[in-house]
């Protein structure tokens, strides 16, 4: 269980140290597991209490993944186990990545995501909360749970209605993968560093003069990741969501789930890959994702962030026992057929009460597992 994920403490020039955490499950792409969230908790919140601690860096082992997710396959099984029904594992794996979420989110010292590779799913709840996110040449970011029949969760609620009109939405209804230009341009990314100086990068971080001023050693970090950014932004790749932002803000900018749907599917992709690759997700994914969603990012839109994971939460113990997430992650990860069949062929297929019962909780307020979080 320790190997799953690496720590370690790097020496900085006056004395003080760098927390160093990785994910280390490289032939599962880092897909994040209970035993890694469990191995995480306990050390950051060590880190963060530890006055000798100026700053944690958190990456993934390996040249092809930061982390490609969460361990659905384990949550298939808990389901197939106990159908129709919350599974407790479930509900326990959803509570504590939150919280490790949130705790990333609001960590009170330095934080750096190296977000390397593929970054998605649970990944990139791992990844947006920290205070400096940097990508890659090779990042290739998505949150494409619409395939699986779950929904944008790990935060999504948050940063996706943070981007500009109607881009979360898109991005969540097509699982489209953007990679470190676009990251940057919605403001899921902070700076661009290739992988290749990575480690002069990190040496450059252990020669920072560490104070005892939390702000300054924020800024004197952003100033040493703004620098790396300015010598290297010339090799950024070109962006897919600048280029179609106006038009995929007019195909989103309507009232109900079927208008958006038919509107993107209507878009004359012509010889545009990204653009066709993001339709035909939306045609083949969960007519049940994208109604959630819909509803998710209307709800969500003036919620704080404990708000937003505790809603989350709501919903993905739901999605457990309502079948298609099991569906979904049966037809890609453990058949691999990828011929889900929905029990919903089209949004005009989900029933309202559906719907209603995934915005229902299953606990009281008192009893809500995240009832305590930013309290």
């Not at 994702?289 to 919620?303: D, G, N, P, V, Y």
């Not at 962030?305 to 939460?313: G, I, V, Y």
Request: aromatic fraction near 8%; charge should be negative; charged fraction near 20%.
């Amino acid at each position: 269980m320790t190997d799953k994920v690496l720590f370690s403490e790097l020496d900085t020039h006056n004395g003080k140290k760098i927390g160093y955490a990785r994910l280390n499950k490289v032939k599962a792409l880092n897909a994040l597991d209970l035993d890694m969230i469990r191995l995480l908790m306990p050390q950051l919140l060590s880190w963060q209490n530890n006055d000798n601690i100026v700053a944690v860096i958190l990456d993934g082992e390996g040249d092809k993944a930061f982390c490609a997710g969460g361990d659905v396959v384990a949550m298939h099984q808990a389901m197939q186990k106990e159908p129709g029904i919350i599974p407790a594992t479930v509900e326990t794996f959803f509570s504590e990545e939150y919280r490790l979420d949130y705790l990333i989110h609001t960590f009170h010292k330095p934080f750096v995501v190296w977000g390397n590779g593929i970054v998605m799913g649970g990944g990139l709840g791992l990844m947006c909360g920290a205070s400096h996110r940097i990508v890659t040449e090779s990042s290739r970011i998505a949150m494409p749970e619409i395939t699986i029949g779950l929904y944008p969760d790990v935060g999504g609620s948050w940063f996706l209605n943070r981007m500009p009109d109607g881009v979360g939405l898109f991005l969540g209804l097509t699982g489209a993968s953007i990679n470190a230009m676009d990251a940057l341009h919605i403001q899921l990314a902070d700076h661009f560093i290739p992988e290749q100086h990575k480690q002069s990068f990190i040496e450059q971080m252990q020669d920072i003069s560490w104070g005892a001023i939390q702000s300054l050693n924020h800024q004197k970090l952003t100033d040493l990741c703004h620098q790396f950014h300015q010598d290297h932004r010339a090799l950024l790749p070109q962006g897919n969501i600048k280029p179609h932002q106006e038009k995929i803000r007019q195909v989103t900018d309507f009232d109900t789930i079927d208008q958006v749907v038919n509107g993107i599917a209507g878009i004359s992709a012509q010889q545009d890959k990204w653009l066709t690759r993001a339709q035909s997700t939306l045609a083949k994914g969960s007519a049940l994702t994208a109604c959630i969603l819909f509803e998710q990012l209307k709800r969500s839109a003036k919620m704080t962030l404990p708000e937003c994971f505790r809603m989350e939460l709501m919903l993905s113990c739901r999605c457990a026992s309502l079948g298609e997430f099991q569906e979904g992650v049966r037809a890609l990860l453990i058949d691999k057929d990828n011929q889900p069949n929905w029990q919903y062929k089209t949004v005009q297929d989900v029933p309202a009460e559906v719907l209603d019962k995934c915005f229902t909780s299953p606990w009281n307020e008192q009893s809500h597992p995240l009832t305590g979080l930013g309290k």
